[in-house]
């Protein structure tokens, strides 16, 4: 029978549009708070933000007679008319972010306006106020969300853990800083301060805080050429500093994080021939154009925009990156890991004064990476210990290492997988079939993506609805739960159709058979890997260095994270003053 759906069901279907995770309602306070003409934004969280988040700005707050109004659907102080819809210079303009977020939690909003004596305290629970008052508080608003998705348990189960919603908030806060270098950002986690940008408006300074030191400061400036139509600026990574992915490939359009597989393309394009295959460049870059040649209004969650003159800003792009890189001049030769001189940096590396790295999501990428050819390999290196069940501590003939225990098991599992794929991957069939429930949106992928993942190693069938049989798994995985396994990769092929995995591309475009093997080769190694925490015996750790010795790029996971931090003698011996 067919029948209108009442109120709070197309509210809540509304709501899944614009907030998909804890980190999307960071995005959008975020963005509210910018758009507010803050100057300082401070994001509290806890859980990774799955019982409580919390957005404080000093922006022009909200007038006490429309706070109830910004929490309907579809209000905005932002738009007014349809031709404005083609010039649009603020990041929100659908008035849809604080109605969704107040639709699938508890929200606790209080602010002041300006020019107003008095704040305003306001709740809501799954959209409707609860309740009311005048308050005292500095002109500014503090959005807080608490117990996301209470009132959604389909949702609310599939919320990952606090460490990886965490990191997804990382993601975005650490964008936002990087895109407005002349605000201040506070980050704080289960009440400790994980990231600060100090709001200097010089951008170099915000990437040194997300970076660390090091890589912060050898990123390469692209200057934005006199009088273009399409500005680019920002910064890149010199043709020694590559990645495993396009995960560090960061792109802004007039002020806004976009996912664009084209211009994402150009920047890599950028660097043909100067850094190996399969490797990526780092870029933050900026493209600013007027707001009329760029449609933002394409998707709900604004993260893809459609040029009028998609060639031009590619070309514009490509070409201010190639200059910064070549202009560079000099590619030092790749030192291995494994040399016995001392890292040596290129000389007008600048460490601004007093500055410190702090280590911060995203990663810090290791100075030198892996070139492709042996010379990467790792040196044979003597195990001397083991750190919080979790790291192991080695020698080698050029200093220390300390390295990640799971990251570097994933990378011993994803090379071994990757060349047993040709000869077939040896499987152990599981003594009873087990059976696994996904999620309808997933259970579609497996099915189709059945035949691949029994090429390698993982033999699933269909059960009925959305309930899969997990009959063999790769031997390297004996010890993986085979739930865990197919969820994962579940997850990981869900992940590389929406476009977010680590080929970057458009949600909806075709993703090479090449790419699927590979994303869900990693997702396997994930679940395969020793995690952290487990106590390794030293017989066991010797086996995994040795193994890792072996790798052809040991020194990041699959996922492009490093497996290892290595300190040099020459460091060690500046670090004590010798
Ligand atoms: P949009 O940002 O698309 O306009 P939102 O639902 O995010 O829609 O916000 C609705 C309105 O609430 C905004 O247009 C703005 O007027 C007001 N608002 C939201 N957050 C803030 C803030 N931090 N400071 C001042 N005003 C805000
Ligand atoms: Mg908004």
Not at 338 to 345: D, E, F, K, N, Q
Not at 386 to 393: D, E, H, K, S
Not at 479 to 505: F, I, M, N, Y
Request: charged share 25%; hydrophobic share 40%; with cysteine.
């Amino acid at each position: 029978m067919i029948h209108i759906l009442p109120p709070e069901i197309v509210a809540q279907i509304a709501a899944g549009e614009v907030v998909g995770r804890p980190a999307s309602v960071i995005k959008e306070l975020v963005e509210n708070s910018i758009d507010a003409g803050a100057r300082e934004i401070r994001i509290e969280v806890t859980d990774g933000g799955k019982s409580m988040m919390r957005v404080a700005d000093d922006g022009c707050g909200i007038p006490a007679d429309e706070v109830e109004l910004a929490f309907r659907r579809h209000a905005t102080s932002k738009l007014a008319s349809v031709e404005d819809l083609t010039r649009i210079t603020t990041l929100g303009f659908r008035g849809e972010a604080l109605a969704s977020i107040a639709a699938v939690s508890r929200v606790t909003c209080a602010t002041r306006a300006a020019g107003e004596e008095t704040g305003t305290l306001i709740r809501l629970e799954g959209g409707e106020v609860v309740s009311r008052r005048p308050i005292g508080r500095p002109p500014g608003t503090m959005v807080t969300v608490e117990d996301i998705f209470y009132n959604v348990p389909a949702r609310r189960k599939f919320l990952r853990s606090s460490a990886t919603e965490r990191r997804h908030i990382d993601a975005w806060v650490t964008r936002y800083a990087m895109a407005y270098p002349t605000l201040r950002f506070v980050l704080v986690h289960d009440g400790r301060e994980v990231f600060r940008s100090s709001g200097t408006g010089q951008m170099r300074d915000v990437l040194v805080a997300v970076y660390g030191v090091e890589v912060g400061s050898a990123l390469l400036e692209v200057l934005p050429e006199e009088d273009a139509t399409v500005r680019v600026e920002g910064f890149v990574s010199p043709p020694y500093l590559h990645r495993a992915d396009r995960g560090e490939i960061t792109l802004f359009v007039n002020g806004r994080w976009v996912q664009d597989a084209r211009l994402t393309y150009a920047i890599i394009q950028a660097y043909h021939t100067l850094i190996p295959t399969g490797r990526y460049p780092l870029a933050v870059v900026m493209v600013t154009l007027l707001p009329e040649d760029v449609d933002v209004n394409v998707h709900p969650a604004k993260a893809e925009v459609r040029f009028r003159d998609g060639d031009e800003v590619f070309r514009a792009v490509q070409r201010a990156v190639r200059q910064a890189v070549t202009e560079e001049g000099r590619i030092p030769t790749m030192q291995a890991i494994s040399g016995p001189a001392p890292v040596t940096r290129p000389p007008e590396l600048r460490f601004p004064e007093g500055a410190q790295r702090k280590p911060f999501q995203p990663t810090p990428m290791p100075l030198m990476a892996p070139p492709v050819s042996s010379g990467a390999k790792l040196p044979v290196l003597r195990v001397v210990g083991q750190v919080a069940a979790t790291y192991i501590i080695a020698e080698g003939p050029d200093g220390l290492y300390l390295i990640d225990q799971h990251a570097a098991h994933e990378r011993v599992l994803y090379e071994r997988l990757m060349a047993q794929r040709a000869s077939g991957i040896p499987v152990q069939p599981l003594l009873e079939p087990v059976a696994v429930d996904l999620p309808p949106e997933w259970a579609g992928l497996v099915e189709v993506h059945q035949e691949t993942l029994r090429r390698l190693g993982l033999e699933v069938e269909p059960f009925g609805g959305n309930t899969f049989l997990v009959r063999a798994l790769p031997v390297a995985l004996t010890s993986a739960h085979p739930r865990d396994v197919l969820t994962e990769v579940a997850q990981g092929l869900a992940e590389e159709w929406e476009g977010k995995g680590a080929g970057g591309r458009r949600s909806g475009e075709a993703v090479a058979e090449e790419e699927i093997e590979r994303a869900i080769l990693r997702r396997v190694c994930k679940q395969g890997a020793i995690k952290a925490g487990q106590m390794l015996s030293r017989e066991e750790m010797e086996e995994l260095l040795r193994a890792l010795e072996r790798c052809e790029s040991p020194r990041t996971c699959p996922h492009g994270r490093p497996t290892m931090i290595h300190i040099s003698a020459a460091q060690l011996a500046r670090e004590f003053q010798r």
